[in-house]
């Protein structure tokens, strides 16, 4: 961990404030995109607390949505029996083992709608909120993998969805077992690759 200071005291006095703390919660905003990675190992036994479940999915409320519709609802499946239903949807034991499996659902009759060409903004929305979820959940220590390969008749079965909603990004949500070591680094393109200055 490391603490960062500054020093605000005029003619030699001391006074220092703490700006902040470099650690595992509350990270510099880069440090946070760094750390953030598709974590596959889960302790059934460390269950998140509901003060942490409550300030991740409130970063997911607070995150913009087009015409601020808000198309979305955050589930976050705790119970055993639930759980047993909702595993069945993603056949990994990695998966299996987590405490909790965040559902990131959403309404395309409640999404902006562009009147040019009917693009409906559903998608972006409800993938907004899951990049905030995420990286909350990572802000916190918690670990999260993003999975879009689920079987989406299993979730509506067990969560009895409508006509109209969808599940459409789902994470497990927990800490990992003794020994884990998170990836070092990322594999990803270069950014002279992806990006360009004109
Ligand atoms: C839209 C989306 C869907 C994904 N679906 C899955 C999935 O079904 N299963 C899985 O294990 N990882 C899934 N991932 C995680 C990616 O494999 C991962 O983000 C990518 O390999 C980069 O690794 P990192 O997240 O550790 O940086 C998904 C990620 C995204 C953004």
Known sequence: MQIFFRNFGRN??????????????GMDYYDLIRKRHSMRNYDPQKPVSGEVLKRILNAGRLAPSAANR??????????????????????????RDAPHILIVKGNQDSA?????????????????????????????GVGTCWIAAFDPSILRDALKLGEMEKVFA???????????KPPEGKSRKSLHEVARFL
């Open 170 to 180: 789902i994470t497990p949500l927990g800490y990992p077992q003794e020994g884990y």
């Open 112 to 140: 902006w709608r562009r009147r040019y060409d009917g693009y409906n903004s559903i998608e972006t929305d409800l993938t907004i909120a899951m990049d905030h979820l995420v990286l909350a959940a990572t802000n916190e």
């Open 70 to 95: 808000q198309p979305w609802e955050f589930i976050v499946i705790s119970s055993a029996e639930m759980l047993e239903k909702v595993r069945k949807c993603y056949d990994k034991s990695w998966f």
């Open 12 to 25: 030699g006095s001391n006074i220092s404030v703490v700006l902040f703390v470099k650690g595992e919660i």
